[in-house]
């Protein structure tokens, strides 16, 4: 199943969100990714995630594809100019890549290289623009294009902001739906009400919400989140059931499994599961989808 | 100092055209330097537009002020008196005193009248050229007293590229390439070994990349 042709098919969509190694060697990347082909409709390929430098989102989804696997590009606006981004999503194109999220990159200062200059020579919605420019056969300065690319476009969405953020959100996705994306990957959700209203958005404009589900690694980990990032909503209960478990990897793994099984039945597009490194993982915790199927 | 160019008066009309009661506020210090937002700019400016609206038959309150300085907590406070008399303000200050007054004086619109360009010098009468992009984290000490950041169209720190013809930069051939700059500066000086020395890859924190900047000087707050 490739990720684009299930999701335009209305099917639930199974992704993996992959971070490129930190290095040349993909091997590790790319047996992890295997080991869950064919549950995993496609793999989102992380672009520097915290502007941590690893393998470009480009690259390393070009060698998932050598490997028969379906990749998601991530093309951010922190790393590159609007020369450097239309040339990666032309080569994206014409190397088979048929989906794209644009993300705008978190702050180098929160990375390892925080001496780097951001880039954001263009916006989010910019780029949007120029992605819808480029698949009508011009760039972004208006010159016409020698064939031209085809993307399902998505972008993040951070359904547990509150107050004004939130209403920001809100727009924000408005927007992002005026400019052509198709679906929208939350950050890690540990429960739904506060990404219903972002879901009656969806569902009125025929949009996508696919949620992360990301896998808890100790009961440091929730707690951490619990107390200390903002932009995650963790229910009490998720950190209790923790704290009573005896086995608490196995109590963490059964909590992922739940999540993907409440992400489909609360009515959303797909799912993104995230390990953090714990890729070794993935099929246990993805063999919960195989009673999704259909 | 900040150097400033003054809008097309075609865009100051677009912008200020639903106010009835106008004041053009002008700054006494970098914009006045540069001719273009000084009480000289002002009166020109105020008279511009009364003829402008009177022409069109609209009857508009245009007043006139400049102020010592908008970047300015105490200068700024002159007008709190005469701010209600106004719609809207249209300030001749650079970027910084725009946003300041606009701070200020929160429920007033402010316009901004000219378009702040860079930090410069005044070259020769009527023309001025840039010197500095305030990056944080001054190298001039090791490149001869010429500023690779602001002169150099790549900002490169190890110059120059291949782009340097005959002294010139490539992208312009009026332009000095700012690396032929510094070596014949370097040269006079007698301190060519200095540009041997491979300089290391800029530190931008210190640069807009890193969000606005703050300076805190704990021995000259009160």
Wanted: proline share 3%.
């Amino acid at each position: 199943m490739q990720f684009r042709k299930g999701f335009e098919a209305d099917e639930f969509a199974c992704l993996v969100q992959i971070e490129p190694p930190k290095g040349t060697d993909v091997s590790l990347m790319v047996k992890h990714a295997v080991n869950v082909k064919g549950v995993a409709h496609g793999f989102i390929v992380s672009e520097m995630g915290n502007a941590v430098m690893r393998m470009s989102s480009l690259g390393a989804s070009l060698v998932l594809r050598e490997n028969g696997l379906d990749a998601v590009l991530q093309v951010s606006c922190r790393d590159r100019n609007r020369l450097a981004l239309q040339g990666d999503i032309l080569a994206a194109s014409a190397c088979g890549i048929n989906a794209v999220m644009v993300v705008a990159g978190e702050d180098p200062s929160f990375g390892d290289h925080h001496t780097a200059k951001a880039v954001h020579d263009v916006t989010l919605d910019e780029l949007l623009k120029g992605l819808a420019k480029m698949e009508s056969g011009k760039d972004m300065a208006g010159i016409e294009l020698s064939g031209s690319p085809d993307f399902l476009k998505g972008t993040t969405l951070n359904t547990c902001l509150r107050g004004a953020d939130r209403e920001n959100e809100l727009d924000k996705m408005k927007r992002m739906i005026d400019a052509g994306v198709s679906f929208f990957v939350t950050q890690p959700l540990f429960e739904f009400s506060m990404t219903q209203p972002f879901l009656k958005t969806a569902e009125k404009n025929g949009v996508k919400i696919i949620p992360t589900v990301l896998l808890l690694k100790s009961l440091g980990m929730a707690r951490y989140m619990s107390r200390n990032v903002n932009s995650v909503n963790m229910p009490s209960a998720i950190v209790d059931k923790i704290v009573s478990a005896s086995d608490k990897v196995r109590e963490c793994m059964k909590i992922a499994r739940q999540l993907i099984l409440d992400v489909k039945s609360e009515g959303y597009g797909g799912v993104n599961v995230s390990t953090l490194g714990w890729e070794d993982r993935l099929p246990e915790i993805l063999g919960v989808m195989e009673g999704l199927k259909g | 100092m900040i150097i400033a160019d003054k809008k097309p008066i075609e865009e100051i009309i677009q912008e200020v055209k639903d106010y009835d009661r106008l004041l053009v506020l002008g700054c006494n210090e970098c914009v006045t330097v540069c001719e273009a937002g000084g009480k000289k700019e002002v009166e020109v400016l105020a008279s511009a537009l009364r003829m402008h609206f009177i022409k069109e038959g609209k009857e508009k309150k245009i007043d006139e002020r400049t102020l010592e300085r908008q970047c300015d907590h105490e200068y700024l406070e002159e007008i709190r008196d005469v701010i209600d008399q106004y719609d809207a303000v249209l300030s001749l200050a650079c970027g910084v005193g725009v946003q300041f007054t606009a701070e200020k004086y929160h429920s007033t619109p402010l316009i901004p009248g000219v378009n702040t360009c860079f930090l410069g010098a005044n070259e020769q009468r009527g023309m001025w050229t840039e010197r500095c992009q305030a990056c944080g984290a001054c190298i001039l000490a090791r490149t001869g007293g010429i500023c690779p950041i602001s002169r150099c169209a790549k900002r490169v720190m190890n110059g120059p590229c291949g782009g340097s013809s005959a002294g010139k930069c490539e992208i312009n051939k009026d332009l000095d390439c700012a690396w032929q700059l510094i070596i014949d500066r370097l040269r006079d000086l007698g301190r060519l070994d200095d540009y041997e020395i491979v300089a290391p890859i800029k530190d931008w924190s210190t640069e807009r990349s890193g969000g606005p900047r703050t300076v805190v000087r704990e021995d000259v707050q009160v």
